[in-house]
């Protein structure tokens, strides 16, 4: 089962919105509405950010949302803020293949 | 306080095995799948498979397969991961995460536990 491509880097000023990417196949992405995002600052525990594809738990800001087309599904984060620095993985459920889930390869989202 | 609290950081010589341990507390053990989650230093994270703490149940991920063991304790609300025969390339961070019932996602994760593996 080969990693989600993600966009290694993405980088913004505050304020700005960004969007990244999430692109897998018809066995995992495109094949099921579970894909979740995470919020990853260094040291800390992975924050889950979206579920379902546009799902945002209770706590999460409406600055972050998400999309999917075909096997891409997409983050976007509005109105970037400094606390928005962080790694960021997608995440998709692929049941039905060699592995129940699989990961993105992740992206550093710095803010200028 | 709901949370998962992970074993302390481990130091292994190649060969060897590890069991790191993750103690649930704040929500009812048995109504959740456990995942187990890996990042080696600066790569991404990578999912390794998961235990149904209610029956004992598993399912790994095929790059394990052979290598890993989950296991639970439910007297003491505790998952476990055994990895086995370990090399460099399985020095990383192990994250314990509990997966949202129904949902398919990981609503809770632990802080994670360093193992480095090293002559």
């Known amino acids: 089962q080969s990693a989600l491509t993600q966009p290694a880097s993405v980088s913004a000023s505050r304020g700005q919105s960004i969007t990244i990417s999430c692109t897998g196949t018809?066995?995992?992405?495109?094949?099921?509405?579970?894909v979740s995002w995470y919020q990853h600052h260094p040291g800390e525990a992975p924050k889950l950010m979206i579920f379902?594809?546009?799902k945002r738990p209770s706590g999460v800001s409406n600055r972050f949302s998400g999309s999917k087309s075909g096997n891409t599904a997409s983050l976007t984060i509005s109105g970037l803020q400094a606390e928005d620095e962080a790694d960021y993985y997608c995440c998709s459920f692929a049941g039905g293949t060699t592995d129940d889930y699989v990961f993105g390869t992740g992206t550093k989202v710095t803010v200028l | 306080q709901v949370q998962l609290v992970h074993s302390g950081a481990e130091v292994k010589m190649p060969g060897a095995s590890v069991r790191v341990s993750c103690k649930a507390s704040g929500y009812t053990f048995t109504a959740h799948f456990m995942h187990w989650v890996r990042q080696a230093p600066g790569q991404g994270l990578e999912w390794m498979g998961w235990v149904r703490p209610r029956t004992g149940d598993t399912l790994y991920a095929q790059k394990f397969q052979g290598r890993v063991t989950m296991t639970r304790d439910t007297s003491i609300n505790t998952a476990y991961m055994e990895l086995s025969a370990l090399t460099s390339d399985d020095t990383a961070v192990y994250y314990c995460?509990?997966?949202?019932?129904?949902?398919?996602?990981?609503?809770?994760w632990g802080r994670g536990t360093l193992v480095t593996v090293s002559s």
């Open positions: 995460a509990r997966e949202s019932s129904g949902y398919k996602n990981f609503d809770l």
């Open positions: 018809s066995r995992d992405v495109g094949g099921h509405n579970f």
């Open positions: 379902e594809v546009t």
